[in-house]
């Protein structure tokens, strides 16, 4: 086996090589402390250097302000934001208009329908959620309206988001945050649970527009309530202080490649690569995504066969091409291709793919 491989893993997934090497580093002997940064207090001055300076580094890359968003670490995954968004602003009578792009949406519907009225402002469920819809029912006076900006398992992603004038925009980021420049001052609360585009698993990024909390709902408890959590600058209880130091690497490698604008055109290179040659496939390698929904983060796709989908995800394991294998709920392939992809992956993946195709 070679020292790296190329993962194309929905999640936990693939991270900048340098920042894997750097994290070992860290691992060992944290800024020259003698102690590993898994084993320094969450209050000592260098850790809060290094967590104060991720936040920054996160809001820059956003291109907003400190002044009007808070960045919020916290534990349970993008799961737990399911319960804790609608628990903090799906207040008693209010509707809350949900968007539903995927599997990943309608779980965020199943938590919010637990607090509040929820209305499907537009959903492509009928057809196996191939594609982002471009009407939305919007209600007067939401809650909130939720999207998911990407969609993990079927391979689509929002290029419009839609337009809610006073009603605050939520958007779950999980699998495509940071990969594509968007007018972020457009949304009132961001979440993503890092283990998909910009760090491990075991913390979930919140960047939620400070004002908007001012309004949340009081009784709450403690750990779900975004007050107490902004109160503390995130520091409330002890962070997934291991994980958020990976973030923190991951924000300086994307403020090393150029940021945010640098690292979409990296991303729109590698994905046109790949489906430029699914479309000259003759249909060999069959997109699943409506072509304008297509995600630039994880590429979904058909062979002719199951029998073939098999061999082609085990052929690319003895290639050290792994990961290819599509979520288990929709079946056939998934190339998931986040930000930490080289463009070199692609490439291996292409040639293999070519290959392959001319085997079978
Ligand atoms: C993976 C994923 C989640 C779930 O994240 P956890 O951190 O495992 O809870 C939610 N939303 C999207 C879009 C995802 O890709």
Not at 267 to 284: E, H, T, V
Request: aromatic share 12%.
């Amino acid at each position: 086996m070679p020292e790296r491989v190329f993962n194309f893993f929905a999640g936990p997934a693939t991270l900048p090589y340098d920042v894997v090497k750097e994290a070992a580093k860290g691992v060992v002997n944290f800024e020259n402390m003698g102690m590993s940064v898994m084993e320094i207090s969450h209050r000592s001055a260098q850790f809060d250097r290094m967590f104060c300076e991720t936040q920054k580094n996160m809001l820059e890359i956003m291109g907003l302000s400190e002044d009007e968003y808070g960045v919020l670490f916290l534990g349970g995954g993008a799961s737990t934001q399911f319960c804790a968004l609608p628990f903090n602003f799906l207040k008693d009578s209010m509707t809350a208009d949900y968007v539903v792009t995927g599997g990943w949406s309608k779980k965020a519907v199943k938590e919010a329908k637990f607090f509040g009225n929820v209305n499907i402002a537009a959903s492509s469920e009928d057809s196996n959620f191939s594609f982002i819809p471009k009407e939305f029912n919007l209600t007067k006076e939401a809650a909130y309206v939720h999207t998911t900006s990407n969609n993990t398992l079927v391979g689509t992603q929002i290029k419009d988001f839609p337009e809610t004038g006073d009603v605050p925009l939520v958007s779950d980021m999980s699998s495509d945050f940071l990969s594509r420049k968007l007018d972020f001052g457009k949304f009132s609360l961001i979440y993503a649970g890092a283990q998909k585009n910009i760090g491990p698993s075991g913390v979930a990024a919140v960047v939620i527009r400070r004002s908007w909390v001012e309004q949340a709902r009081k009784e709450v408890p403690t750990m779900l309530s975004y007050a107490t959590h902004l109160s503390k600058n995130s520091l409330f209880n002890t962070p997934p202080s291991f994980p958020v130091y990976v973030v923190g690497l991951v924000m300086k490698w994307i403020l090393e490649q150029g940021g945010i604008s640098a690292v979409e055109a990296a991303n729109n290179r590698k994905a046109g690569l790949l489906y430029s040659y699914m479309d000259d496939s003759n249909d060999f390698y069959r997109g699943t995504a409506e072509k304008d929904s297509r995600s630039l983060m994880n590429v979904t796709f058909r062979l002719p066969s199951e029998e073939l989908e098999k061999k082609f995800i085990a052929e690319g394991i003895e290639n050290d091409l792994f990961g290819l294998k599509g979520h288990r709920s929709v079946g056939g392939c998934r190339a998931s291709i986040y930000n930490a992809m080289p463009y070199e992956g692609v490439e291996a993946l292409v040639e293999f793919m070519k290959k392959f195709k001319a085997a079978n």
